[in-house]
């Protein structure tokens, strides 16, 4: 997905979502769902954010 696509459906500019995946910005994590979604969970939660959305523990 094009960053300028990405954008669009997240309401943010171009600017914004350049400074998410470039590191700059934390991308706030209602955004991260959205992104989630829009990639059909190509890109996961935990990638985007792993503080806030940790992998689940194995049971064992």
């Known amino acids: ?3 300028s696509a990405l954008a669009k459906k997240l309401g943010k ?3 914004t979502v ?3 995946l470039n590191g700059h ?3 706030p994590a209602e955004d991260v769902l ?4 829009f990639t059909n969970r190509e890109v996961s939660r ?4 792993p503080d806030i ?4 523990e194995e049971p064992g």
């Open 46 to 49: 935990h990638e985007l954010r």
């Open 25 to 27: 910005r934390r991308i």
């Open 13 to 15: 500019s171009r600017i």
């Open 18 to 20: 350049r400074s998410y």
């Open 34 to 37: 959205k992104i989630e979604r």
């Open 53 to 56: 959305y940790p992998l689940p």
């Open 1 to 3: 997905m094009k960053k």
